[in-house]
């Protein structure tokens, strides 16, 4: 786990990479400069401390610089009858390009954001992981081309400004979506896809290399035991070698669910005396009961961390700054302290991210596991309006009442806002709010949203596609992956093994949800190895008082940054709408205010603290 960065016809500034990004590689820093190449690594040491240093040559033609952890790269070597100097993934990474060039990938099984230069054929070969665990973004124009695993790292190297467009993406989703960034001439590579870049001429093509598309579109026909068996084989697996494929102490972040839970206890089998590490914060629910009777199952070295928001208005700003764009996620706070709590007492820590989007973990999947609300029904749409327009909105997000007015609220539109209404919800049925003066923003995600609606899978399906690609990719995993490295501290998702990928998709629809049980098949797996206490808990993640904080502790805050004069929400918002928002004096339940408020504060933060910084 290191951070990246690199050019072509640009000379990269060292100490303005350290100053950005040292906390991604705290214990070493190298640049390598040849041709018309920089490339800089900040190595955080896991794998092969003495050995695996970069950038990394090879046989005076290849030099590789790497963010990641290839699991499986010893099994490969001993696959393939490949030979190295050193017992480091990097070099596999290296030993595999020299033999196959860029269709090595699907060998590996892994995290990975790498860019390698090829001296004798004057071209960079840049790729990242299937999921998109690892990050990387780019900046090109006519003249350079510059790399960096952060956004701040690449502002700090250019004078890049602001692209308007991409920030009506981020009202409506919470982030920015696919390659959008908030900046001009900045993409962000893609999930699965890698780019060949010509160093001479500054040509590049980006290439889909996985898609979980491709897997949601066919259906196994194993039962259900065989699943069972199945995820329990992969998961085992995964787990294995994410424990066993480090230098360093490996822990495990234990709540009260059944996927670190399981997480953690297929780990004891491979280390009987784990770290697991349990959060609670104050007056929230508090999960530690729960997590303790796993680690007294398995008897692991547990440590439970009491979490405080009491320096949350002092701490926001840096906090919100990491993420170098507009972060709507306000779990991005707890995850923040938490990741800082656990880097006490070790470097690498397993968690449970991806079982909700590959097992049906979320309550919004259930309706869509009986109907298929993105075909076009106009009797159920037409009915839904009306139910909607005659019922007050709810208040209280986790009541019955609010699930329902949801439900309407989303069958009663089309295509894409079907998706936006059933998944974050931040403007939906107030989008009319949004000056966009006939900007059709929307056109680059309904087209992807179309080919994945119109595809011949059912309902559940869908919106399960569509949350691996936008909501994992643009949002679940960069906080983690922000908050865990901001404090060099290396996290590692076995439900994303490349096993579980390619397997889970294609499930039947029962197995995730059953009637209104979700994540049905891994509860199941569950009472092999969990209490049973915790096999039907709800799903709650981090419990987040985000309109007590909007309405309290953050009020004057909110109000310090969204209601200034030069405040750039009032170019995206009309003004009445804004103000009327601040003052709470529109037709509008708590819950979305304080959601809509939090999108904007994140924004404003972003603009003062990052964009107008120098």
Same mark, same amino acid.
């Given at each position: 786990?290191?951070?990246?960065?690199?050019?072509?016809?640009?000379?990269?500034?060292?100490?303005?990479?350290?100053?950005?990004?040292?906390?991604?590689?705290?214990?070493?820093?190298?640049?390598?400069?040849?041709? +018309?190449?920089?490339?800089?690594?900040?190595?955080?040491?896991?794998?092969?401390?003495?050995?695996?240093?970069?950038?990394?040559?090879?046989?005076?033609?290849?030099?590789?610089?790497?963010?990641?952890?290839? &699991?499986?790269?010893?099994?490969?070597?001993?696959?393939?009858?490949?030979?190295?100097?050193?017992?480091?993934?990097?070099?596999?990474?290296?030993?595999?390009? =020299?033999?196959?060039?860029?269709?090595?990938?699907?060998?590996?099984?892994?995290?990975?954001?790498?860019?390698?230069?090829? #001296?004798?054929?004057?071209?960079?070969?840049?790729?990242?992981?299937?999921?998109?665990?690892?990050?990387?973004?780019?900046?090109?124009?006519?003249?350079?081309?510059?790399?960096?695993?952060?956004?701040?790292?690449?502002?700090?190297?250019?004078?890049?400004?602001?692209?308007?467009?991409?920030? &009506?993406?981020?009202? #409506?989703?919470?982030?920015?979506?696919?390659?959008?960034?908030?900046?001009?001439?900045?993409?962000?590579?893609?999930?699965?896809?890698? *780019?060949?870049?010509?160093?001479?001429?500054?040509?590049?093509?980006?290439?889909?290399?996985?898609?979980? +598309?491709?897997?949601?579109?066919?259906?196994?026909?194993?039962?259900?035991?065989?699943?069972?068996?199945?995820?329990?084989?992969? *998961?085992?697996?995964?787990?294995?070698?994410?424990?066993?494929?480090?230098?360093?102490?490996?822990?495990?972040?234990?709540?009260?669910?059944?996927?670190?839970?399981?997480?953690?206890?297929?780990?004891?089998?491979?280390?009987?005396?784990?770290?697991?590490?349990?959060?609670?914060?104050?007056?929230?629910?508090?999960?530690?009961?729960?997590?303790?009777?796993?680690?007294?199952?398995?008897?692991?070295?547990?440590?439970?961390?009491?979490?405080?928001?009491?320096?949350?208005? +002092?701490?926001?700003?840096?906090?919100?700054?990491?993420?170098?764009?507009?972060?709507?996620?306000?779990?991005?706070?707890?995850?923040?302290?938490?990741?800082?709590?656990?880097?006490?007492?070790?470097?690498?820590?397993?968690?449970?991210?991806?079982?909700?989007?590959?097992?049906?973990?979320?309550? #919004? &999947?259930?309706?869509?596991?009986?109907?298929?609300?993105?075909?076009? =029904?106009?009797?159920?749409?037409?009915?839904?309006?009306?139910?909607?327009?005659?019922?007050?909105?709810?208040?209280?997000?986790?009541?019955?009442?609010?699930?329902?007015?949801?439900?309407?609220?989303?069958?009663?539109?089309?295509?894409?806002?079907?998706?936006?209404?059933?998944?974050?919800?931040?403007?939906?049925?107030?989008?009319?709010?949004?000056?966009?003066?006939?900007?059709?923003?929307?056109?680059?995600?309904?087209?992807?949203?179309?080919?994945?609606?119109?595809?011949?899978?059912?309902?559940?399906?869908?919106?399960?596609?569509?949350?691996?690609?936008?909501?994992?990719?643009?949002?679940?995993?960069?906080?983690?992956?922000?908050?865990?490295?901001?404090?060099?501290?290396?996290?590692?998702?076995?439900?994303?093994?490349?096993?579980?990928?390619?397997?889970?998709?294609?499930?039947?629809?029962?197995?995730?949800?059953?009637?209104?049980?979700?994540?049905?098949?891994?509860?199941?797996?569950?009472?092999?190895?969990?209490?049973?206490? *915790?096999?039907?808990?709800?799903?709650?993640?981090?419990?987040?008082?985000?309109?007590?904080?909007?309405?309290?502790?953050?009020?004057?805050?909110?109000?310090?940054?969204?209601?200034?004069?030069?405040?750039?929400?009032?170019?995206?918002?009309?003004?009445?709408?804004?103000?009327?928002?601040?003052?709470?004096?529109?037709?509008?339940?708590?819950?979305?205010?304080?959601?809509?408020?939090?999108?904007?504060?994140?924004?404003?933060?972003?603009?003062?603290?990052?964009?107008?910084?120098?």
């Amino acid at each position: 786990m290191c951070g990246i960065a690199g050019a072509v016809n640009f000379k990269l500034l060292y100490k303005q990479i350290d100053e950005q990004m040292l906390h991604r590689g705290p214990d070493e820093q190298a640049g390598y400069l040849v041709d +018309n190449i920089d490339l800089y690594h900040l190595r955080l040491s896991i794998v092969d401390i003495g050995g695996g240093k970069q950038p990394m040559h090879l046989r005076d033609r290849y030099t590789i610089i790497f963010n990641g952890e290839i &699991y499986n790269h010893k099994e490969i070597r001993n696959l393939l009858n490949l030979h190295g100097t050193t017992s480091s993934d990097t070099e596999t990474l290296l030993l595999l390009y =020299h033999q196959f060039g860029v269709n090595f990938l699907h060998y590996l099984e892994g995290m990975f954001a790498f860019a390698l230069y090829d #001296r004798q054929e004057k071209k960079m070969f840049i790729a990242r992981d299937r999921a998109g665990k690892k990050p990387l973004y780019y900046y090109q124009d006519k003249e350079k081309f510059v790399f960096a695993s952060e956004l701040n790292c690449l502002k700090g190297l250019l004078p890049l400004q602001m692209d308007d467009r991409h920030f &009506y993406h981020y009202l #409506r989703l919470g982030s920015f979506y696919g390659s959008c960034t908030p900046y001009r001439n900045v993409s962000e590579l893609k999930a699965g896809h890698f *780019l060949l870049i010509d160093c001479t001429t500054l040509d590049m093509t980006d290439t889909c290399w996985w898609s979980i +598309n491709d897997f949601y579109r066919q259906t196994h026909t194993d039962n259900f035991e065989q699943s069972v068996e199945k995820v329990d084989e992969y *998961l085992n697996a995964a787990v294995k070698r994410r424990v066993e494929s480090s230098d360093l102490e490996v822990g495990s972040f234990l709540s009260g669910g059944i996927d670190s839970g399981l997480t953690t206890a297929i780990a004891s089998k491979y280390n009987n005396r784990i770290k697991t590490f349990t959060v609670s914060f104050d007056g929230e629910y508090d999960e530690a009961p729960l997590a303790k009777l796993v680690a007294e199952k398995y008897h692991t070295n547990h440590t439970e961390i009491k979490i405080s928001f009491d320096h949350l208005k +002092n701490d926001l700003e840096k906090i919100c700054s990491n993420y170098g764009e507009p972060f709507f996620d306000s779990s991005a706070i707890p995850s923040y302290y938490v990741s800082a709590a656990a880097k006490k007492h070790l470097t690498v820590i397993l968690n449970g991210d991806g079982a909700d989007e590959l097992f049906g973990g979320y309550r #919004r &999947y259930v309706p869509f596991a009986k109907y298929d609300f993105f075909k076009s =029904h106009g009797a159920v749409k037409n009915t839904a309006a009306l139910a909607k327009h005659l019922l007050p909105p709810g208040h209280n997000k986790k009541s019955k009442y609010n699930y329902i007015y949801r439900l309407l609220s989303l069958a009663s539109k089309n295509s894409l806002e079907i998706y936006l209404s059933a998944g974050v919800d931040i403007m939906e049925d107030y989008e009319t709010n949004i000056t966009a003066n006939g900007m059709n923003y929307l056109e680059s995600m309904r087209a992807d949203f179309t080919a994945v609606a119109n595809a011949p899978i059912s309902g559940l399906r869908k919106i399960m596609n569509m949350d691996f690609n936008t909501t994992l990719f643009t949002d679940l995993l960069v906080k983690m992956d922000i908050a865990n490295m901001a404090h060099s501290l290396e996290g590692r998702s076995p439900f994303l093994c490349k096993d579980l990928l390619e397997y889970a998709p294609g499930m039947d629809d029962s197995f995730k949800i059953n009637g209104s049980t979700t994540k049905y098949l891994l509860r199941q797996l569950a009472k092999k190895y969990l209490p049973g206490e *915790l096999i039907n808990q709800p799903k709650r993640g981090f419990e987040i008082p985000l309109k007590k904080w909007v309405e309290k502790e953050l009020r004057d805050v909110v109000f310090d940054y969204v209601g200034a004069p030069d405040a750039i929400s009032n170019q995206f918002l009309q003004h009445a709408f804004l103000t009327g928002l601040l003052n709470n004096t529109i037709k509008i339940s708590a819950e979305k205010r304080a959601k809509i408020l939090w999108t904007l504060l994140s924004m404003e933060i972003w603009y003062k603290k990052v964009y107008l910084s120098k």
